[in-house]
């Protein structure tokens, strides 16, 4: 059998409201379920209710913005992965090789990668810089004025047409 709420229940809901404490934190405080928690604060005069969708919103808009920043970020760093790898394609790499019976250790330089090593340095800068644009794409402000500009002009041009072929088929069936 359920326990009555007491006076003491609700002061507690109260004090612990006030408090900035959520309705499940108050809940577990006093030993009752969070529906008997709303029940209480429902019926207090003036009722206390549990809505934080303000909060929630700002703490979600907070932690979009510091996704993005954080995409920016990661956004340039593999910008810079992309162009260290493409700049060892040309540039003196060592080659090693631990092994044999013995164990033994030898290495070259070469005045460049081989081909196959190239391959493998370009597709890993084309998968960074790839994984790059998509974080954080280019934007050509420029482009988007003219297409918008372009696109006003032509519907300029359209109504024109437009009023001036009505009044003509308009004259037509008079």
């Not at 709420?5 to 004090?15: G, N, P, Q, S």
């Not at 612990?16 to 928690?37: D, F, M, W, Y």
């Amino acid at each position: 059998m359920a326990r009555p709420i007491t006076d003491k229940d609700r002061a507690a809901v109260r004090r612990l409201h006030a408090q900035g404490k959520a309705r499940n934190e108050i809940a577990r405080t006093l030993g009752r379920s969070p529906s008997t928690v709303s029940k209480i604060a429902a019926n207090l005069d003036p009722p206390l209710t549990f809505d934080r969708a303000a909060e929630v919103e700002t703490a979600t808009r907070v932690r979009r913005a510091d996704l993005a920043a954080r995409r920016a970020e990661l956004a340039i760093t593999l910008q810079d992965a992309a162009e260290r790898e493409v700049g060892r394609m040309t540039q003196p790499h060592l080659y090693f090789e631990w092994g044999g019976k013995d164990h033994t250790y030898a290495e070259k330089v070469q005045d460049e990668p081989t081909p196959a090593d190239r391959r493998t340095m370009m597709a890993t800068a084309g998968a960074a810089l790839d994984r790059s644009l998509k974080l954080a794409p280019p934007r050509d402000e420029a482009g988007e004025e003219s297409r918008s500009v372009i696109g006003r002009l032509m519907d300029g041009l359209a109504r024109n047409y437009a009023e001036r072929h009505a009044s003509e088929a308009a004259d037509d069936a008079d």
